[in-house]
């Protein structure tokens, strides 16, 4: 089930509405009816539109925005795109461009903020590719979408050759067909024929100046031919008057019409002379009503138009341009013919209904981002087991997830080994440590679950299916299994049966799943961290924080005290071993030092922690802490002196005594039974 059901859709066209805003537009009544609340977010908005006066009273929340600078454009803007997406919560961006990455800005702002996004390209210009010092940036931005989405074939082609790669996560989708596709009655010719040249006036792409440089040619001034340019646009009086330099007779301007069925029934074609397109909405109205059409190889036209079955195609330049038109003019008398072959094709390639394609894509993807787990896989020169971590997460039985691997700087064979696994989310980091590798994977994870396995662990088939069922029945805000722990040599345990931090709890019940509460969680974790970073599974919406950077080793047991110690807190606990803890020489405890590893878990991180979380403990809680952390200087200075390392046991016996005198006063009192507990430090 969705628990958030916010979806952001921006739009980058500069126009008060345009036809690259008509799919999303359409797809919103069917993501309402699914549950979802929507938001359009755009730069310039006029708030008299038809359009957007019917999206207020579907209860869309409009916010004008400027997404290029990102920051409120004026006075009268509710808000700016980062400051939206720091107070909103979306669980999805759908930004729909106008060409295929005006709109990779926001995209970017989503990827950094964590917000899955789906990209829409409208168009896409092979005379204008992406700005080379952004080009890295641009790519992972589409490379990072849940879905980047194509009108046509030939712009997500065009796409990937400008940005030097393939997009496994794009799909081509259709624009919405407006009209039922039925072709009307053929025209009479009597008067001569008509022909319609709809769309934008704006030359770089719709090019209709080569239009009119080609009817002021004497054979078609000749000819019973009138075009009509019917739109709006910057470039329509440029248009008139260039008309009028040709003393033009058989071309005429008009203003957009309201009625789409009633235009076509005067004209017997379209003709779109276009240098650059999508797959234009008016191509696709003209088939559906069974008019042939004379139009460019740009963009969707390929995929829609047989040259000389039910339509001409020509290249977007006067002298092509024109041998399309008189192809189409010699056969005349086969228009209406092809016609009713062009409204056929949409009939057999075009989806009944669009947009409610891409609401159902919509859908989809917020139903898979709700049960997304987002596995982290941080490593640092583990090329020669890391390949174990990752089968292990890829044999899942769970089928939502979504891994990456987070290197931390390896210089050993990793990149290679990654290189077989295409799918993967790889992250090729600057050495910063554990917790900076966990850090940098999820930032880029998009799940509504977390997790993290070590490079040196591995999973049982049924860890994430079975954490994630105890998670949702329970209402919880993490869980964590049972493991067996290697300690070298063919000797392993099943570490639940030496926890001494759970040990009341799994004697309290033989249930294979242990349901913990608030005061239970605090009284467990504030003693020791009872589950590391490969046994658990974390929901997003729980998280306060990221792993502790200022823990040498704890940064996942302050990732869970974090919660735990700052708002009411529900754990699981699955009894079953469901992964294995290797013990390979090399990971943050099995190879280090002894002396240092006691010293930088059991004094650093404990002080640590208990300066960390001081302010959320109680009296008696923080009386418990600073003893333990006492015991474990006494165990210390033990160990030290027992290896004969006296200057260091000295200094730590000397440090036992100034931290808390009634502690060690405790630990002495105990006698021998007491003692051997402390320095087993086994817990």
Wanted: glycine share 6%; proline share 3%.
């Amino acid at each position: 089930m969705i628990t958030n059901n916010q979806i952001l859709i921006i739009s980058t066209c500069s126009e008060d509405w345009g036809g690259s805003e008509e799919l999303w537009a359409r797809s919103i009544p069917y993501l309402i009816n699914l549950g979802y609340q929507i938001n359009v977010g755009k730069s310039k908005i006029n708030v008299e539109h038809p359009e957007f006066k019917s999206l207020k009273e579907k209860g869309v929340r409009i916010h004008q925005l400027n997404p290029f600078d990102l920051q409120p454009i004026e006075k009268n803007a509710e808000i700016g795109l980062k400051e939206l997406l720091k107070k909103e919560i979306f669980s999805l961006v759908v930004i729909s461009q106008g060409i295929n990455f005006d709109g990779l800005a926001m995209g970017y702002e989503c990827l950094i903020a964590n917000i899955p996004y789906v990209l829409i390209a409208q168009k896409a210009v092979d005379t204008f590719w992406p700005y080379h010092i952004d080009r890295v940036a641009m790519r992972n931005v589409y490379l990072n979408a849940d879905k980047a989405l194509f009108v046509s074939h030939q712009n997500l082609k065009l796409t990937e050759e400008q940005f030097g790669t393939v997009f496994k996560n794009a799909e081509v989708i259709s624009n919405p067909v407006k009209v039922k596709r039925i072709p009307q009655n053929y025209p009479n010719i009597n008067d001569g024929y008509r022909l319609a040249c709809i769309g934008r006036f704006f030359l770089i792409d719709k090019a209709q100046d080569i239009l009119i440089r080609i009817m002021s040619q004497e054979k078609w001034k000749a000819r019973p031919l009138t075009i009509s340019f019917i739109g709006s646009g910057i470039d329509k009086q440029g248009l008139i008057e260039l008309a009028q330099l040709f003393k033009l007779d058989n071309v005429e301007f008009l203003d957009s019409q309201k009625n789409i069925e009633e235009l076509w029934s005067r004209y017997h074609g379209l003709i779109l002379p276009s240098r650059f397109e999508g797959t234009p909405l008016v191509l696709l109205e003209a088939m559906a009503l069974g008019k042939f059409s004379i139009v460019t190889n740009v963009g969707g036209n390929i995929d829609l138009i047989t040259d000389g079955v039910n339509g001409f195609l020509g290249q977007p330049n006067e002298v092509e341009f024109e041998n399309a038109m008189e192809r189409a003019w010699q056969v005349r008398d086969n228009w209406q013919a092809m016609g009713a072959l062009a409204c056929q094709k949409i009939i057999d390639t075009v989806p009944e209904i669009p947009e409610q394609n891409l609401a159902n894509l919509i859908d989809k993807l917020m139903n898979q981002n709700a049960k997304l787990v987002s596995v982290i896989i941080p490593t640092y020169n583990r090329a020669t087991i890391l390949e174990s971590a990752i089968l292990s997460v890829l044999n899942q039985t769970y089928p939502h997830i979504q891994l990456i691997v987070a290197d931390d700087g390896s210089v050993d064979e990793t990149s290679s080994l990654m290189s077989k696994y295409p799918g993967i989310t790889y992250l090729k980091l600057n050495h910063g440590g554990q917790a900076h590798a966990r850090n940098e994977g999820l930032r880029c994870a998009k799940g509504s679950y977390i997790a993290s396995l070590d490079s040196d662990d591995i999973w049982d088939t049924t860890f994430l299916e079975k954490s994630v069922k105890l998670i949702d029945e329970n209402e919880l805000d993490f869980v964590f299994a049972n493991w067996m722990q290697d300690f070298g040599n063919d000797n392993f345990e099943e570490r639940f049966s030496f926890c001494k931090l759970l040990e009341e709890n799994l004697q309290s019940t033989n249930e294979q799943t242990i349901v913990l509460g608030d005061q239970e969680l605090r009284k467990i974790y504030l003693e020791g961290c009872a589950s590391p970073s490969s046994s658990f599974l974390i929901r997003r919406s729980s998280l306060i924080s990221n792993w502790t950077s200022g823990a040498r080793i704890a940064d996942d047991w302050c990732l869970l005290l974090d919660m735990i110690l700052t708002k009411p807190c529900k754990a699981g606990v699955l009894r079953e071993v469901l992964w294995h803890k290797k013990l390979d020489g090399n990971n943050i405890c099995d190879g280090r030092d002894p002396f240092e590893l006691r010293r930088d878990l059991l004094i650093h991180d404990f002080k640590f922690i208990y300066a960390r979380y001081k302010k959320f403990m109680s009296k008696t809680e923080k009386k418990n802490l600073k003893a333990r952390i006492t015991m474990h200087l006494f165990s210390f200075s033990y160990f030290q002196f027992r290896n004969k390392f006296f200057l260091g046991a000295v200094k730590y016996g000397v440090l036992t005594i100034i931290s808390d005198k009634r502690s060690l006063y405790t630990i002495i009192k105990g006698g021998n039974q007491k003692l051997k507990q402390v320095l087993a430090n086994r817990f």
